[in-house]
């Protein structure tokens, strides 16, 4: 299972950092990653990480949000800063052994946290 945290209302130019805690599974043998939706809008990737560290980051994310894992936690973060209204969405932690990829529904979905941003 995965649990994710962190959302909330914040204003242009803030931060907030996403927590998603897993349960259940092999956490160090997992790739992670954040996904979000915004209302009428498919749900996309926004960054993640490989069980080997290495990172991606969507252009919209680039610069501005960092994807970290705490394997002795079973925890990966997400932290974004200077937040823009575009950016309010519903955002969904995610595992796959396989990878992260948009294009495939990955093993495991968090509950989503809900990140709303004001202008």
């Known amino acids: 299972q995965l649990r994710d945290s962190g959302g909330g209302l914040v204003h242009t130019g803030d931060s907030l950092r996403l927590s998603c805690a897993a349960s259940g599974l092999t956490f160090s043998n997992y790739a992670m990653g954040w996904f979000r939706q915004a209302p009428g809008k498919e749900r996309d990737v926004v960054a993640s990480?490989?069980?080997?560290?290495?990172?991606y980051y969507a252009d919209s994310a680039k610069g501005r949000f960092t994807i970290s894992r705490d394997n002795a936690k079973n925890t990966v973060y997400l932290q974004m800063n200077s937040l823009k209204p575009e950016d309010t969405a519903v955002y969904y932690c995610?595992?796959?052994?396989?990878?992260?990829?948009?294009?495939?529904?990955?093993?495991?979905w968090g509950q989503g946290t809900q990140v709303t941003v004001s202008s």
């Open positions: 990480i490989s069980s080997g560290g290495i990172t």
């Open positions: 995610a595992a796959d052994p396989r990878g992260i990829a948009t294009q495939r529904r990955p093993y495991y």
